[in-house]
């Protein structure tokens, strides 16, 4: 089992930076999974934003946000961070951290999930 705490969420103006945190905890190998983040905007479907290898630091995104955002992970504390600059209104959304498998085509396929932080963007 792997737990999953979001945290680093909030308010901000069109053209401004957030970073989220997403603490893994559990009886497990870490390295076996590889980390991710997922966004949920209102009334659209869960879409994928990228995810990092435990191993190695290789990461993936989507193209919607390569470029502006970055993700990392800090393998001493089992933590994953998203690091988001240039934040547009169409980002606004529930933001969810993933741990899982690669699917072999650069996006992720979760099998925990955490609870969810709210990301605002304010044009």
């Known amino acids: 089992q792997v737990q999953l705490v979001e945290s680093g969420g909030g308010l901000v103006q069109a053209g401004g930076s957030l970073r989220l945190s997403c603490a893994a905890s559990?009886?497990?190998?870490?390295?076996?999974?590889?980390m991710g983040w997922f966004r949920q905007a209102p009334g659209k479907e869960r879409e994928f934003v990228g995810y990092?290898?435990?191993?190695?630091?290789?990461?993936y995104y989507a193209d919607s946000i390569k470029g502006r955002f970055t993700i990392s992970r800090d393998n001493a504390k089992n933590t994953v961070y998203l690091q988001m600059n240039s934040l547009k209104a169409e980002d606004t959304a529930v933001y969810y951290c993933?741990?899982?498998?690669?699917?072999?085509?650069?996006?992720?396929?979760?099998?925990?999930w955490g609870q969810g932080t709210q990301v605002t963007v304010s044009s």
């Open positions: 559990g009886r497990t190998t870490f390295s076996n999974y590889a």
């Open positions: 993933a741990a899982g498998r690669e699917t072999g085509w650069g996006t992720l396929l979760p099998g925990y």
């Open positions: 990092i290898r435990w191993s190695g630091g290789r990461t």
